[in-house]
């Protein structure tokens, strides 16, 4: 099993950078940010921008993969994107995560678009995973979708794709199906649910969906499935026990990653530091033991 963190976005980078570079010390095996223009749950908060972070983390770290906690189309265009994705790559090296989702409120909303249906939704986001696809892939790169186009774009240099894990984020059918046949990887928040015994069996079903469309995909029996465990109507942080709790079930599940929030003075996560290290310390060595899954 391996653990991964995600880092809130909206510290300044004076005092974002610590909290990277202690993630690394404390052995976590990934370290995420979000990408939004405006998170729902800290409207009034500022707000920093995930490839710059991401960036940075690259330049005050040295070993631990770094991820996007997910991008969506609701304000990227997937040319543009490959482009920064490529040199994001050149900096950081080949310690990218990059999830992708489709994408909610309220970041769809504040560049005036119209609306979009549920269907919708899905429908532009396979469009953007499939285009993005080609443009880390392919040189000279033209397409004409429905949501999105492109016009000879340039990748000079050759492909970087495989370089570049592109991990799908779902929780209905459709979407896991898409990362089960599309994807490096699938990524899972849960669906809503009143207590950790639906949230679970929510899971559970989705879990069934993915294997039985990995069923004859090479390699399927390896594909990694990272599960975040802040969703669960159960703070992963209470304690030692709630969060090996949490982690276990994960991976009874069959999951290969979870993902915890970092500590907070203030909502969401709040925990002080001293209690999440002695929480960590304690947690990190079982689960990352090779052999123990």
């Known amino acids: 099993m391996r653990i991964g963190v995600y880092i809130i976005p909206d ?11 202690r993630a690394e010390e404390m052995g976590f095996d990934h370290a995420w940010t979000f990408d939004h223009l405006v998170w729902g749950s800290l ?17 005050v770290t040295n070993r631990i993969p770094l991820g996007a906690f997910v991008i969506s189309p609701n304000f990227r265009h ?18 990218l ?14 560049l005036g678009q119209p609306p979009v249906t549920a269907r919708e939704r899905v429908d532009r986001f396979q469009e953007f995973v499939r285009l993005l696809d080609l443009a880390l892939t392919d040189d000279h790169v033209t397409f004409a979708g429905e949501y999105y186009s492109a016009i000879d774009m340039r990748l000079a240099g050759g492909s970087v794709r495989e370089r570049i ?19 490096d990887g699938w990524i899972t928040t849960g669906t809503q649910a009143g207590n950790i ?13 993915l294997d039985d469309t990995l069923t ?20 992963p942080l209470t304690s030692a026990g709630a969060l090996d709790d949490l982690i276990g079930r ?25 209690t999440f290290e002695a929480t960590l310390a304690e947690v990190l060595p079982r689960w990352q033991v090779p052999g123990v899954l």
């Open 11 to 21: 510290h300044p980078w004076q005092q974002a950078q610590h909290e990277w570079r």
């Open 43 to 59: 409207p009034d908060n500022r707000w920093f921008s995930c490839i710059p972070t991401l960036t940075a983390a690259s330049l």
């Open 78 to 95: 997937p040319v543009p994107l490959a482009r920064e994705l490529q040199t994001l790559l050149d900096i950081a090296g080949d310690r």
């Open 97 to 110: 995560l990059i999830g992708l989702g489709a994408g909610g409120t309220p970041d769809d909303l504040i």
């Open 165 to 183: 894990p592109l991990l799908l984020a779902g929780n209905g059918p459709r979407s896991v199906r898409f990362a089960a046949r599309h994807g």
């Open 197 to 209: 015994e639906d949230w679970f069996a929510g899971v559970a079903r989705s879990v069934r969906i």
């Open 216 to 235: 004859g995909r090479p390699g399927g029996d390896r594909f990694p499935r990272y599960l975040s465990l802040t969703w669960a109507p159960h703070d």
């Open 250 to 274: 994960a991976a009874g599940l069959g999951f290969t990653d979870v993902v915890i929030p970092w500590p907070r003075t203030s909502r969401p996560h709040v925990a002080s530091m001293e």
